[in-house]
């Protein structure tokens, strides 16, 4: 028997959502989550033919509409063409989640400046770029929204080998809860998602080997988050049942961002 009450109070029925970083692990997981939830989805990436081919999944699967839209989150004027293609596709997304990264693991004294220059450019400028324009056409609309940026648990603490990565998300923490603070007078709703462990396609490789085992092994929960379990926090985020949050950076990591050793 469907509960009714919980359904309506986590419903996205009637929204246009635009997720950023939708070709493939926890982007498309979003996305077809949202369609789930009842949203129509813009699926945005560069790999192209990843998002139209889940695009088609997505409306297979859920009967929502759903659109692949190229993005590169690196490049403002790219941004601004995606959001002029979902307006005319969809309509104006109230949804975003804002999901794009990269991550280059290396010693400390190993990096240079373009690993920095790049790094900061997608996961934090391009966080920047894409919650800015979606706000701004919210703003003029006269509407209200909910922006989900993907932070991490190493934007709470770090690890070795993430100095850039740790050091990039830390900032998109800072940026989540400033964007709240201006924005909550729009109706904009600005959270970020700080994920543990979860093995995707970008990771899978290292959680697999010795080294990666290891790690997993040291975190309370001795395992990997599946991507599933990081879902409901999203849409929880994303829903008007979240109407008084804001500003909050929510771990989803089995306990991991608060052990000391």
């Known amino acids: 028997m469907t509960n009714e009450y919980v359904t309506g109070l986590f419903s996205l029925e009637g929204k246009v959502a635009l997720v950023a970083g939708a070709s493939s692990g926890i982007g498309a997981g979003f996305a077809m989550a949202l369609a789930r939830a009842g949203a129509d989805v813009a699926l945005g990436a560069r790999r192209t033919d990843r998002i139209e081919a889940l695009a088609a999944e997505i409306m297979q699967v859920t009967g929502q509409k759903a659109i692949a839209v190229p993005l590169d989150v690196a490049d403002g004027e790219s ?13 104006t997304p109230t949804i975003i989640a804002n999901n794009a990264g990269i991550a280059i693991p290396k010693w400390a004294l190993d ?8 790094t900061m450019d997608i996961n934090l400028k391009g966080m920047w770029r894409v919650g800015t324009e979606a706000t701004k056409r919210m703003v003029a609309k006269g509407l209200g929204g909910s922006i989900v940026n993907t932070a ?15 050091t990039s998300k ?21 959270n970020a998602l700080c994920p543990g462990y979860f093995k995707t396609e970008i990771n899978a490789e290292f959680i697999d080997s010795e080294h990666g085992q290891k790690m997993v092994q040291a975190t309370p929960a001795h395992r990997s988050g599946d991507i599933q379990e990081l879902i409901p926090a999203l849409l929880m985020l994303a829903s008007p049942a979240s109407s008084f949050t804001t500003g909050v950076a929510l771990p989803v990591d089995g306990a991991h961002s608060v052990k000391l050793v």
Do not use: C, H
């Open 152 to 166: 991490s648990i190493l934007g709470l603490g770090v690890s070795p080998q993430q100095l850039i990565y740790a």
């Open 79 to 91: 941004v601004k063409a995606t959001f002029d293609k979902v307006e005319g596709g969809l309509g």
């Open 170 to 190: 830390a900032a998109v923490i800072q940026m989540t809860k400033a964007m709240a603070l201006e924005w909550q007078r729009y109706g904009v709703r600005v």
């Open 111 to 118: 990096y240079n400046e373009e690993d920095w220059d790049t």
